[in-house]
């Protein structure tokens, strides 16, 4: 097929639609067909807001919207500060080109971390009150009259003393000529005068998911494109020795077999299913190395030598922990053990790309479109001119897909070897589930020490396990001199991930044992572990001491008063100081992550001694500022979708170098009748920092759980996941 | 003579023509001072160029403007030279600005190197100015920048 290439957005987008048939027609298209149509004919205001003379308002935001609603959230910021009419908002993706021929005028395209909103509420406030004071002076100067008489107020600019007034829209053409006032001088509202943001908005997009009609990227169909499945080497470090196309070759719609890279083989045909089918009878011959030794035993004796070895990086410490000990009148000690466990997005990888040697583009559901737009740019070869990324909401995206665009890198290689022609590369569940960047594996020894009085005096926490950062950013394990700093998240000295309490001897340390398993960063990444051995060894000193669990570590927490007012939410909703109702049993757990505070209290029962269902849990956060309440309570509850599951349920195996599980069958997530019943507690501190949300609270429902079935059987389990040890989630 | 020649002679032609008219000090600012850069790479580069003016010209330094993480970044560093026993690069150097070295590429040539140009990969440990610096054989330092952008790990944004 001979793609012209020149393809203007617009008769892109139509030929899609016209392309799609039935179904597509409707559709919501990838970036938007009104959008595209505003940018063409309106200009914009600034590179936030564009305003038809209709008075409709698009809202450009660069971070990814993955069903977190952050897309709705900064929009809320936007037009706060904008004041705009809300009912006329509706939100597009620049991309990343853009952003690069404009000095990254959009900021940073990166969406984790939980840091959609939390890093970027002040420029996109900004840029919404720049936009609104460029309105007024436009209307002002039609009225030859001071801005400062101008008032505004859902699209409406009035001049004071007259009372003459003009909508947004009738002057955002003049508005946009106008040069920009100084950001340094723009005063943005106090959070308590806010009328959009803070309030829970309705999402964008919820009507398009509902529906169906969403298009996710493996929906994505181009004129004349073509369908790629693909295999790389199940052991991770082993390569691609050959192949024998011709067994395949004459198979059903099959239009090509090819080498990507140096580890994967492609299978192109007319359709996905064809391609698939292909790529499964194809005889693939693996220089699989010499990670094909290593199983899931090789690597945990691995990290238990690590739980006594003499070095290790030292992540936190107080006092003397070796005196402490030493001189202690007991020691009680445990030790915990943390899985692999794959992302598992409902939507599997996958990147359409269509090369020719002018023009390079891609359209793909991305974490960070910059970071796909460099894989473009290398795998290409072309100038980043000639590239370009159009982003698609995500079907889950929960870190595979930010630090790692392994599937754009394929697609573009695959595209370049068919060029003019559209290839969609769509991962199988089972290439999915075998490729991820896996929650690091991490062994935990937690020691703690008694006075003769049953006071704490030290405790040690000895991690050993994987660095994601030695592998993925080793440029900042190298200026740690080592040390993987975000190992310690949730028990770090100070900033985001800084530890809730205050021992009087304490250490926190790491021996880093890496494997061929490529880590990546799992929601809430290391606190999902940490978490677990700091908070369930706390019930287990509290214990040990003979107190209540709440109180014993309310004597840690007096510098703590954020971590400690979220432990006194929950508690105090829960009913912690009157006895649970009959046949339940509860838990807490409390942590900083991502600058917010949390905490979690639940209620569960056990029956048979291995049926475990969670009723309620109570989950209290602090993330400084909530720009959408009920946005937070959705995303805290699904966070604990993600957490249990990961807790009762989630493990990667190695066997043979290779991961095991290749679907669900063999790596389960919860079902909507095993779900509790979540209580969000939103409690905004207020404060210079602003928390995320995202990942915070993921950590602490696991913990929680923990403890209660400690309280309910008398066991401590210190291993994930509970279906090892017969436990099931009913 | 290729197109490119010319304008690199009629350049040079410029140069030298400057320089006769305004004298060194007026050269280096026709032809592009040293630039504002933190004092680690500053440094670095005065280990190298000594006092001698670093012009702008002459260097072409290849480098993507965005990278995914700055692992393996390729990198190609190339000098307008006839490469002559009498007039050639003597060396070529690539700083860098947040790297924990800020040399991170060093390479001596002389005229039976053929081509000044050197091609491989360099790790960036941040988003950054990248600056590449030739001596030529007549002592003379020549260089080119460009500004890279490593898009960070997604979760990490706090930590570098």
Redesign the interface.
Known sequence: MDQSLNLSRREFLISTAAVGGGLALGLQLPFGVNAAIAADVVPEVNAWVVIRPDDTVVIRVARSEMGQGTITGLAQLVAEELECDWSKVSTEYPT?GQN?KRN?VWG??????S?GIR?SHEYVRQGGAVARMMLVQAAANQWKVAASECSTADSVITHQPTGRTVTYGKVANAAGKLPAPDVKGIKLKDPKDWKIAGKSMKRFGAAEKVTGRQVYGFDLKLPGMVNAAIMECPVFGGKLKGFDAAKVSGMKGVKKVLRVGDTAVAVVADTWWHAKTALDALPIDWDLGANAKVSSASIAADLKAGLTASQAFVGNKSGDIKTALAGAARTIDAEYAYPYQNHACMEPMNATARYTPDKCEVWVPT??G??S???V??ASGLP?DKCEVYKLDLGGGF?RR??F?DYVTQAVRIAREMPGTPVKLLWSREEDMRQGRFHPVMQCRMTGSFDANNNLTGLHMRLSGQSI?AS?????V??AGGKD??TFQGVAES??HSLGYTFPNMLVDHAMRNTHVPPG?WRG?NINQNAIFLECFMDELAHAAGEDPVAFRRRFMAKHPRNLAVLNAVAERIGWDKPAPMGLHRGIAQMKAFDSFVAAACEISVEGGNKVKVHRIVAATDSGYAVNPAQIERQVAGSFVYGLSALFMQECTVKDGRIEQENFHSYNSMRIAQMPRVESIIMPGGGPIWGGVGEPTICVAAPAVLNAFFKATGKRIRSVPLKNHGIEMV | MEPADVERDQRRDFLMTAGRVAGGLGLAALAGQAWATPETMQSAVRRVAGDSALRRGKVRLSIPPLVENGNSVEITVSVDSPMTATDYVKSIHVFTEKNPLPEVIGVSLGPRAGRARITTRIRLADSQQVLAVAELSDGSFWSDSADVIVTLAACLESLI
């Open positions: 990343p690069l990254r940073a395209f990166s969406t984790g971390g840091r890093t974490q960070d910059e970071a737009f460099a894989a740019l290398e980043a870190g930010g630090a665009q950062l993925v950013r080793p440029a900042i190298e200026k700093p975000a900033g985001e960063f990444v």
